[in-house]
Nanobody, 118 residues
């Protein structure tokens, strides 16, 4: 059974840092692509960063140079290091997974809230 469980969210001051974690059980990370999405009320869900099974990364423009996505296959975990946080980074953050050859993310975590104050 596939299960994604996020942790690490919370509150931070602008300019601060947070590290999100996602425990991905039931997945073979050698064939699954992983990603972090975020969503605020009334807005569409946005893909923040993604990591292919081969290790390639993609970031949305607004987080480039500030956020880093990484994984630890042995720990079956995905991470998002968020530095230089801005109030506009405030959102619910979700971990997601898809098979490498598919386009849609079919597995989702429950989300973890990140709140950045100015």
């Amino acid at each position: 059974q596939v299960q994604l469980v996020e942790s690490g969210g919370g509150s931070a001051q602008a300019g601060g840092s947070l590290r999100l974690s996602c425990l991905a059980s039931g997945l073979n990370l050698d064939v699954y692509a992983l990603a972090w999405f975020r969503q605020t009320p009334g807005k569409e869900r946005e893909r923040v960063a993604s990591l292919t099974s081969s290790g390639s990364t993609i970031y949305t423009d607004s987080v480039k140079g500030r956020f880093t996505i990484s994984r630890d296959k042995a720990k079956k975990s995905l991470y998002l290091q968020m530095n230089s946080l801005k109030p506009e980074d405030t959102a619910m953050y979700y971990c997601a997974a898809r098979r490498g050859w598919e386009s849609n993310y079919m597995y989702w975590g429950q989300g973890t809230q990140v709140t950045v104050s100015s």
